[in-house]
């Protein structure tokens, strides 16, 4: 990514820039947790380390957009704001699993009806963006 999209030097932008960057390592984190975690997503934290690292960490964001895993998703999702319909298929696979363990676990139906919800919009969305070419 060129020089010119991560904020020029000064102590504001300086603090700026460690702010994107403490961002982009926490999401990968995140992304990294949720691979062994369900119910914690891996995609969206993934593209939001993508979207802190261009701003704070060249060397993070072209690590990411080299990844063999995550490279692929992240070029797709920068060139075509695009999701593959596989990536698809299992987020709302494991969000109809969350949903199910909520409605098997939740102390009140409500709050099972009130997450699934929440996921069924996520879902439709997700549905509704585009394919890579």
């Keep these: ?36 975690v369900p119910g914690l997503p891996t995609v969206p934290f993934v593209l939001l380390a993508a979207f802190a690292a261009a701003r704070g960490s060249q060397r993070l964001h ?16 920068e060139a075509q704001g695009a999701v593959s319909r596989r990536a698809k298929r299992l987020a709302t696979l494991m969000m109809a699993a969350c949903a199910l363990v909520m409605f098997l676990t939740a102390p009140a139906i409500w709050m099972a009806a009130m997450g699934t919800a929440i996921m069924a919009v996520v879902a439709a969305w997700l549905w509704r963006r585009p394919e890579p070419h």
């Design 1 to 36: 990514m060129a020089s010119s999209s991560l904020p020029p030097e000064g102590s504001g932008h300086r603090r700026a820039r460690w702010a994107w960057w403490l961002l982009a390592y926490a999401s990968l984190g995140l992304g990294l947790v949720g691979i062994v």
């Design 62 to 77: 072209a690590w990411l957009l080299a990844h063999r895993q995550f490279g692929p998703m992240i070029r797709d999702w």
